[in-house]
């Protein structure tokens, strides 16, 4: 092929930008440590960095309103614990003072400490996280029980996402447990039947009652095992949560993210391509017959 | 003419002269050696005829210069223009696409972004609906979202009207263009009646031609009175002969007011619109990326505004408020998806009040009912009307455009090769060696002082001649 000077100016220059092109490139990767800067670079993996970063997104989030939802439960737990030691503690006196050689002054005063156990366990399932009432199903702007029991939270059972898609249950259904609703006992009535049977000396009155603290007792016990099952559900979903973040995560960075190795060689590569591209040119200027002639 | 000493002395003056026009020549092509578009010219040196002398059979009369011709290869010259439109119509497409920004994927405020962001902050009011922070939480993310859209929407538009510009200034190229094609036509032709082709109208006018092509993607086509035609993809004429047809660019209201073109014809026929994506070169780079990639993203992002802004009204106004009142639309939008991004914003009331927000399903609401709360989260994993989930949906509008820059990209490279080849092949053919010219000038300075060597001996040859005859 015929070469003429223009030829070799323009193809010299042709190079030098090509290579300085490459090098700034390849320096652009080892700074910002990414392979896919605008969707064009990359497409596919421009794809991907949306798609895995709004799922990791949604996963953090997720995390963290369970954990939230778990200390509620995990508070409810240790309520309905204490409740369970006071109903413990009321069905010992019903017992005891079922017998009759106790006398009216004893069992008087047996009808003052449980009113007293009715009135803890009613501050029990009034308590809070946070502000938030846990045992009045939604209603949780204002205490669920009055001071003698009345319950006016609702029949709802809370829910959260613990994965994309999947609801959990996050409370317990405290009229169920504590008023009876769907075929149990009103816990506070029953208390307040042996407190009356303690103060009027009634012997009947008070052995009677033991089946009722006993089934109130089986209650509680219920809500307990409900409230295992949610923190354990709650647990489990955090673990595959987090897995799911981690192989996420892992998507996103073998998408997005440059071999800093790959690009650090790349850039010395494209660094002393340039110097010799650019030695070379400033040599073959030199060579021409203009040199020789005179 | 015969073989004298006088003939002699008249022939090789006229040799002088040929091997002085080659030196001119040669010195030319060096002065245009970096002229681009320049075809080196060669000095046609040929013998002149023999004249019988003295009965002996034929003696030449020297050397004289037929013509000078030009260095071109038609076959290259030929795929030129296409060459170089192609690559022109791609490297603009390329960098049109490549400027737009707004739909990078880890860009901070963008889209995918503020939607994960919105959907978060809907998550994290569901675990606790009563709780008024949690409410502003989603409420300052619905504005970042709207805000989002509004910014997307316009960074696409400014792309759009700043090719508009760009398209208005090569309007003005293009007609310069080819009137100048136009007239080059006419001066080669005058040229020509008077006699011989003139090399540098010549030249000028390939790199017309060229530049038009480039320009416009027209392709040539010589007549049969040796003028060059172009004609825009599909046909018409632009330039004939010597007459240029013109461009014009008017507000096009079917598109939101972006330029369209219309053609003056070449052959005076009424103007007529025309589609600039169906032009090639610079011009159908820009139509094509304007009304291309750019406005399937302007249209998939309105759509996604508008189709998801609805879904969350439409769950919202389901539900009820802290009130206890059936949910108000969170999001403003228009009537249709046309500009829904530039357009979208929280509805005022509810900005104002985050109690407006309808976490509940029944009515009076209890403060912890999320039952709707859970339902806006759901939207995230629903179709939209456009056919995916709102997730889904922006992936596909961000992958699709940067498979059309991508493309754009690739084929931006690849035609610029294939100019780049045809132009060393060009270069190879039609360039000026420095050194081959050096030569040339040598190799005509050399035999100049050889002829005026002869022109010296036949002189004195005369003067021994004139001495004889004594005074």
């Not at chain 1, 494209?270 to 040199?291: C, D, E, I």
């Not at chain 2, 006699?195 to 390939?206: I, M, P, T, V, Y």
Request: proline letters at 3%; hydrophobic letters at 40%; zero cysteines.
């Amino acid at each position: 092929m015929r070469v003429t000077s223009k030829m070799s100016f323009d193809l010299a220059q042709a190079q030098m930008m090509a290579a300085r092109d490459r090098a700034v490139q390849a320096q652009q990767q080892v700074t910002t440590g990414m392979r896919v800067d605008h969707p064009g670079d990359d497409p596919a993996a421009a794809g991907v960095m949306v798609s895995q970063g709004i799922a990791i997104q949604r996963l953090d989030t997720i995390d963290k309103t369970t954990s939230s939802a778990q200390g509620e439960v995990q508070t409810a737990d240790g309520a309905l614990q204490s409740v369970s030691t006071l109903l413990a503690q009321a069905q010992q006196l019903a017992v005891q003072l079922g017998n009759d050689t106790y006398s009216a002054a004893e069992r008087s005063a047996g009808s003052q400490e449980i009113n007293g156990i009715s009135s803890q366990i009613v501050q029990l399932m009034n308590t809070q996280v946070a502000g938030r009432y846990i045992f009045g199903g939604n209603s949780d702007s204002s205490p669920p029980f009055d001071a003698s029991g009345g319950y006016s939270g609702d029949a709802a059972v809370r829910q959260i996402e613990i994965a994309p898609g999947l609801l959990q249950a996050s409370s317990i259904r405290a009229d169920v447990t504590m008023k009876g609703v769907g075929g149990g006992v009103d816990v506070f009535a029953t208390l307040s039947t042996l407190s009356t049977a303690l103060a009027n000396n009634d012997g009947a009155g008070i052995r009677s009652a033991v089946t009722g603290i006993s089934q109130s007792t089986d209650q509680v016990a219920s809500a307990l095992t409900a409230t295992g099952g949610i923190l354990s559900a709650f647990d489990s979903a955090q673990q595959i949560g987090s897995v799911a973040k981690d192989s996420a995560q892992k998507v996103l960075s073998a998408q997005s993210e440059a071999d800093i190795f790959q690009a650090t060689s790349n850039l010395t590569l494209a660094q002393q391509s340039l110097q010799a591209s650019l030695a070379v040119t400033a040599q073959s200027f030199n060579v021409t017959l203009l040199n020789y002639l005179k | 003419m015969g073989a004298d000493l006088f003939s002699l002395l008249v022939q090789s003056g006229n040799s002088l002269g040929a091997q002085s026009a080659a030196m001119s020549v040669a010195g030319n092509n060096v002065a245009n050696a970096n002229t681009p578009g320049y075809s080196r010219q060669i000095a046609n040196l040929a013998a002149n005829p023999a004249v019988s002398a003295l009965g002996a059979g034929g003696v030449g009369t020297g050397v004289s210069l037929v013509n000078i011709t030009q260095a071109r290869d038609q076959f290259v010259e030929r795929q030129m223009p296409n060459a170089l439109a192609a690559q022109s119509r791609s490297q603009t497409e390329s960098d049109a696409l490549s400027a737009l920004t707004a739909l990078n994927p880890d860009l901070s405020g963008g889209l995918p972004t503020e939607i994960g962001a919105f959907y978060s902050s809907l998550q994290t009011w569901s675990q606790n609906p009563g709780d008024p922070s949690l409410r502003q939480n989603v409420l300052g993310s619905a504005q970042a979202l709207a805000t989002s859209f509004n910014q997307t929407a316009s960074a696409i538009s400014s792309a759009r009207t700043g090719l508009d510009a760009a398209i208005q200034g090569k309007v003005t190229e293009v007609n310069a263009a080819a009137n100048a094609l136009a007239d080059l036509n006419k001066q080669i032709q005058i040229s020509k009646s008077a006699g011989g082709e003139s090399n540098d109208l010549l030249d000028a006018r390939q790199t017309a031609v060229d530049n038009l092509a480039t320009l416009t993607g027209a392709t040539p086509y010589t007549d049969g009175a040796g003028n060059i035609s172009m004609a825009l993809p599909g046909g018409t004429a632009l330039v004939v002969g010597g007459s240029a047809g013109q461009f014009s660019a008017v507000p096009d209201p079917s598109n939101d007011g972006l330029l369209k073109l219309q053609l003056n014809r070449a052959d005076g026929s009424p103007p007529t619109d025309w589609n600039g994506s169906s032009l090639g070169g610079t011009m159908g780079g820009l139509f094509g990326a304007r009304d291309g990639a750019l406005k399937t993203a302007a249209d998939s992002v309105d759509s996604l505004a508008f189709d998801m802004g609805t879904a969350l009204n439409t769950v919202q106004q389901n539900g009820f408020d802290m009130d206890g009142n059936a949910g108000v639309a969170i999001f403003q939008l228009g009537a249709t998806s046309s500009g829904a991004a530039a357009q979208i914003s929280v509805n005022p009331a509810v900005a104002a009040n985050g109690r407006l927000l309808a976490a509940a399903t029944t009515t009076p609401a209890a403060s912890g009912d999320n039952t709707n709360a859970l339902a806006m989260i759901g939207t995230q994993s629903q179709a939209l009307p456009s056919g995916s989930n709102p997730v889904a949906t922006i992936q596909t509008i961000v992958t699709a455009f940067g498979t059309s820059s991508a493309q754009a990209q690739a084929l931006a490279s690849h035609d610029g090769a294939m100019a780049s080849n045809l132009q060393t092949l060009r270069d190879s053919t039609s360039g000026v060696s420095i050194d081959e010219e050096m030569v040339n000038l040598t190799k005509a300075q050399k035999a100049y002082e050889a002829i005026a060597k002869v022109i010296a001996t036949a002189s004195q040859m005369m003067d021994t001649l004139m001495s004889i005859a004594g005074t």
